[in-house]
């Protein structure tokens, strides 16, 4: 199975401030069909996960522009602009390239 | 709206059986592939099955091949996973997602499945 590496697993963060997280893949996720399957997920306290970015970089729609995901192959950035306290949980990234599905162990981001 | 509404978590013994159930509504159910993910207690996610929109392809995660069958009746909109042979490694709140652009978007709330003598 591809194994996804997230850094930091905690992330203090200052509102305002802008916040960066790691995502690497223990293979390339570029699938046969050229597209790179990377997806990027927030769980905020209490709620179900919500797909931020999927295919590397595409935003979800509704989803805040402070939000951007970059990287190719197997390294993936997702970074915050600017947090906003509504910003705080855990997010996962996800490679959908391979089988099985997997996901990230998770990047807390707490104020 | 996409909505997604689990049912079926329960406390069962160890060995046990449990068939969970995702209402689905918002979206032309039969035209979307259809995945199950659960998250262990305090844990992070773990992705366990994919079905298709026909329900001919299924694929299942190591951990729950041969024990666990998902399947879906489009006329009712409800995609299913049944679980047998359940471990207490299977305690976990389990979630219905709708998959797009070969990931999932649209997540239900999830419903608990707790194995324990």
């Known amino acids: 199975d591809v194994v996804m590496t997230q850094s930091p697993l905690s992330l203090p963060v200052t509102l305002g401030q802008p916040a960066s997280i790691s995502c690497r893949s223990s293979q390339s996720l570029v699938y046969s069909d050229g597209n790179t399957y990377l997806n990027w997920y927030q769980q905020r306290p209490g709620q179900s996960p919500r797909r931020l970015i999927y295919k590397v970089s595409t935003r979800d729609s509704g989803v805040p522009d402070r939000f951007s995901g970059s990287g190719s192959g197997t390294d993936f950035t997702l970074k915050v602009s600017r947090v906003e306290a509504e910003d705080v949980g855990v997010y996962y990234c996800?490679?959908?390239?391979?089988?099985?599905?997997?996901f990230g162990l998770g990047t807390k981001l707490e104020i | 709206e996409v909505h997604l509404v689990e049912s079926g978590g329960v406390v069962v013994q160890p060995g046990g059986s449990l068939r969970l159930s995702c209402a689905a509504s918002?979206?032309?159910?039969?035209?979307?592939?259809m995945n199950w993910v659960r998250q262990a207690p305090g844990k992070g996610l773990e992705w366990i099955s994919l079905?298709?929109?026909?329900?001919?392809?299924?694929y299942y995660a190591d951990s729950v091949r041969g024990r666990f069958t998902v399947s879906r009746d489009n006329s009712k909109n409800t995609l299913y996973l049944q679980m047998n042979s359940l471990r207490m490694e299977d305690t976990a709140l389990y979630y219905c997602a709708k998959d797009t652009a070969g990931s999932p978007d649209y997540w239900g709330q999830g419903t608990l499945v707790t194995v324990s003598s």
């Open positions: 918002g979206f032309t159910f039969d035209g979307y592939f």
């Open positions: 996800m490679q959908g390239s391979h089988w099985p599905y997997t």
């Open positions: 079905i298709n929109g026909d329900g001919s392809i299924t």
